[in-house]
């Protein structure tokens, strides 16, 4: 069993930064692909950024490619979402996901553990 907590999200203005943290439970962390996703008022969730289990591989959404960048610290349990230039569309509840096989996939259903969210909020 894996438990996710998310933490780091708030409030910032369009053109601003956040860093979004993800920690995890368990001792395997490192052989579990993990990934970001978010999810708008009356949106689905979408997928935002994924990173491979060793940490070498990872992939972006178009809209956040070049703005956000994923990454992890096995060491720490930990990965984070560095996001930059983010903009009103960025707002929305983001969420961590974990899957127990090291290498990424791009559904929420590929996915078995999941954290409660955190809001992030963009303001024009």
């Known amino acids: 069993q894996v438990q996710l907590v998310e933490s780091g999200g708030g409030l910032v203005q369009a053109g601003g930064s956040l860093r979004l943290s993800c920690a995890a439970s368990g001792r395997t962390f490192s052989s579990y692909a993990v990934g970001w996703f978010r999810q708008a008022p009356g949106k689905e969730r979408e997928f935002v950024a994924a990173i491979s289990g060793s940490g070498h591989s990872t992939s972006y959404a178009a809209s956040v490619k070049g703005r956000f960048t994923i990454s992890r610290d096995n060491a720490e349990n930990t990965m984070y979402l560095q996001m930059n230039s983010l903009k009103p569309e960025d707002t929305a509840v983001y969420y961590c996901?974990?899957?127990?096989?090291?290498?990424?996939?791009?559904?929420?259903?590929?996915?078995?553990?999941w954290g409660q969210g955190t809001q992030v909020t963009v303001s024009s």
């Open positions: 996901a974990a899957r127990t096989l090291s290498y990424y996939m791009y559904y929420m259903r590929d996915y078995d553990y």
